[in-house]
């Protein structure tokens, strides 16, 4: 899952970043309004955490464009201010959740799973797709009830297409979503096709169906054969 962490104070930017680059996220900074305007115009994302207080602008700001631009990414408030019109108004606008300076990292972790699981696959604790099971809380998958061991690349891929099912897919969103900014300086997209051979072929040898649909000229699709 690709989190956008709007943050100005640098230590606990970092912090939120290591911990979560840890659990499997791919982790994006921007401490700045501007910058993180500029960033949610360019790029999709599924989580974004935000501070209220920034340098050129506020976290509500921020919360605002999101909702202009009418994506599905949740947003979580992080703040020192624990002002109760603060909290409303944040929910007001469109945050999903008020988390209030300071906080343990396991629990931001936790708020922001809870929130994807909400957002994506409408609350459960396990993903199912046909005779595909993934158990997010462990990182497992499960292909006819046998485990299907998963790099941790080949794992995301899987939960970005089950969170697609039947939407074509580019080559470029699933490079930046499994990158996020790392992925604007490659030359080319092989790396892409490489996960994607070696997820069909891993999810084919436990006699799962072909799922994975080549598109020519735009990418891929995730459907019922």
Known sequence: MKVLV????????????DYMVKDGYVCETAATFREAEEKIHLYTYDCVIVD????DGNGFQIIEALKRLLVTTGVIIISARDALE??????????DDYLTKPFHLSEL?????????????????EIRF???????HTRNVF???QPA????????????FLSNVDVALTKASIAEHLWGDNIDSADSFDMVYSHIK???RKLLEKGAADYIQSIYGIGYKFSQP
């Open 6 to 17: 709007v943050e100005d104070e640098q230590g606990l930017a970092e912090s939120i970043t």
């Open 109 to 125: 972790n936790a708020r922001v799973k809870s929130l994807l699981r909400r957002r994506q696959f409408g609350g459960h604790t």
């Open 52 to 55: 209220l207080t920034l340098p």
């Open 198 to 200: 070696n997820l069909r």
């Open 86 to 95: 603060d909290k409303l108004k944040g929910l007001e606008i469109g945050s």
């Open 149 to 160: 061991a998963l790099s941790r690349k080949e794992y995301d891929l899987l939960l970005y």
């Open 130 to 136: 046909q005779e595909i099971v993934v158990v997010p």
């Open 143 to 145: 292909v006819n009830g």
